[in-house]
Every structure is written in structure tokens, then in C-alpha cells.
């Protein structure tokens, strides 16, 4: 059974930084895993969440959605069996729940979800 389990939220101010890790653990191919962050924003249901960042199996191909690019960034350590999302100069927008995700099979659904963890960034 794979468990997926993220840290690293909190309360911060606007223009702070802030990194999330995401552990995996329960299977020994998170190297084969393409993983993503995704958020639930304030008045959103779980189902509408938002793609923030993906990273490919190897680390090598990264995605982010336009609101964070050049704040955010994915990395992973395949050793660690963990993916991080530094995220810098945070916005009150950025407030949310962040969920971390490992997919099995490239350009299909994500099929282990962690918990999530809050982000609030205050004004």
C-alpha cells in the first residue's frame, strides 16, 4: 500500500518562503512515479483542485502553472523517496490546501494522494 504524506505548511506572510515535502512511502518504485503538487483554494471543493507544479520520474521535465512560475519550484530526490516544492515571494492567493500526487503511468490520473497540508499566507 503506497502512503503519500506531506509537511511543511503554515502560517506566513505575504513575500515569505515556504517548502513542502512530500514523502512516498510503501513501494520501492517512486522512481518510476511522475509526482505533482496540486491546491484547493478557499471556496473550492476538493474536486476542483489546481495544478501547481508536476515533475517527471527522473526530475528532469517540470510543469508549473502560470500563477507560480518563477516562485515556485518542484524538485525530487528518488534516494529520499521525496518531492518538494519550494515555493518563495508567497501571495495571499497562494493560501490553500497542497496536496502532493504520484502518477503510475505518464499522461494518466494520479493515483496516490496524500492528506494535504495548509498554507495560509497572510496580507
Known amino acids: 500500500q503506497v502512503q503519500v504524506e506531506e509537511s511543511g505548511g503554515g502560517l506566513v506572510q505575504a513575500g515569505d518562503s515556504v517548502m513542502l515535502s512530500c514523502v512516498v512511502s510503501g513501494r520501492r518504485t517512486f522512481d518510476k512515479y511522475a509526482m505533482g503538487w496540486f491546491r484547493q483554494v478557499p471556496g473550492k471543493e476538493r474536486e476542483e483542485r489546481e495544478c501547481?507544479?508536476?515533475?517527471?520520474?527522473?526530475?528532469?521535465?517540470?510543469y508549473y502553472t502560470d500563477s507560480v512560475k518563477g516562485r515556485f519550484t518542484i524538485s525530487r530526490d528518488n534516494a529520499r523517496n521525496t518531492v518538494y516544492l519550494q515555493m518563495n515571494s508567497l501571495k495571499p492567493e497562494d493560501t490553500g490546501v497542497y496536496y502532493c500526487?504520484?502518477?503510475?503511468?505518464?499522461?494518466?490520473?494520479?493515483?496516490?494522494w496524500g492528506q494535504g497540508t495548509q498554507v495560509t499566507v497572510s496580507s
Open positions: 500526487a504520484g502518477q503510475v503511468v505518464a499522461g494518466t490520473k494520479y493515483d496516490y
Open positions: 501547481v507544479a508536476t515533475i517527471n520520474y527522473s526530475g528532469d521535465t517540470t
